[in-house]
């Protein structure tokens, strides 16, 4: 009986007075009956309901959100943290979805709530959370079956790649900007991808992203190297071009790989599909570098 209530104070619960659910800002959200009109301020959750089946309640999207593909017709409304109040009030969404984490993100919320929206702040930053989000998007859209079997699925194929990794881990960097080092540190989800795909992050700072120096690069001495390509990082620099870069081991052993930053970096239903890229590359290390 505990468990059972464990669950619905975590996930959300339904009842004749309607549905709610406790968002990561600790406020319950409440809605008379199930989410059909649903405006997400962050691209990650557009991919959550699609994997879900769901991506029919959209009925709008950011500016740089291109999918799931059937959203491209969808009036834009803006960016993650500076949305079109007024266009979203006017679209009448009984559902609007925001990413949590950042203080500029609650502004938009903030003033959208005062005008009678419902918004509920989900935070992203690993496995744990996604699901949480995923099982709680599910009871806001009548959805638990379909949230259930993507959460179980995900789970399972996790345990299956991590229950195939063996020693040693290779120490890996995620390059999330350059110039102007920016790295993945362990609170991001890219560390988490790099940990279960078999991977160690190199950077220890539990910050979500690191700036370092390129020397400090050079005594990480990483064996795996992962620049992403995306917004932060839209045309990552050839190591050619990067004159101290060429001394690393993980350069000249033909270990630095470009990856998704939208797979990489943004917590979805993606994040399966980076785990087992990932997985694939240390496969391949553990057999070109360390046979």
Not at 27 to 40: H, N
Request: charged content about 25%.
């Amino acid at each position: 009986m505990l468990n059972l209530f464990l669950f619905q104070a975590a996930a959300g619960a339904t009842s004749l007075d309607g549905i709610s659910v406790m968002d990561d800002e600790g406020r319950r959200i409440r809605l008379d009956a199930p989410a059909t009109r649903i405006i997400a301020l962050y691209g990650a959750f557009n991919e959550i309901l699609a994997d879900m089946g769901r991506e029919n309640l959209l009925i709008a999207r950011t500016a740089s959100d291109d999918l799931p593909p059937s959203i491209a017709g969808k009036p834009s409304i803006g960016t993650h943290l500076r949305p079109n109040a007024e266009l979203i009030i006017g679209l009448a969404p009984d559902l609007v979805l925001q990413l949590g984490g950042r203080g500029e993100a609650m502004e938009p919320v903030r003033f959208l709530e005062k005008r009678g929206l419902k918004v509920a702040v989900f935070d992203l930053e690993n496995f744990d959370q996604l699901f949480s989000v995923m099982e709680r998007l599910g009871t806001l859209t009548a959805s638990t079956d379909q949230a259930t079997e993507r959460i179980h699925f995900m789970r399972s194929e996790l345990a299956r790649i991590e229950a195939q990794n063996r020693p040693p881990r290779p120490k890996i960097f995620f390059e999330a900007r350059y110039p102007t080092l920016l790295a993945a540190g362990q609170g991001s989800m890219a560390s988490e991808i790099i940990f279960k795909a078999g991977g160690e992050n190199c950077v220890a700072a539990p910050d979500k992203l690191v700036r370092l120096g390129e020397e400090e690069l050079l005594r990480l001495a990483p064996d795996i190297y992962l620049m992403q390509a995306g917004p932060m990082n839209p045309s990552p620099v050839p190591m050619t071009d990067r004159s101290l870069f060429r001394t690393l081991d993980c350069v000249n052993s033909g270990q630095v790989h470009v990856v998704d930053q939208k797979v990489f970096s943004r917590p979805g239903p993606r994040s399966l599909e980076a785990v087992r890229q990932l997985s694939n590359i240390i496969s391949n290390w553990k057999k070109e570098v360390r046979p």
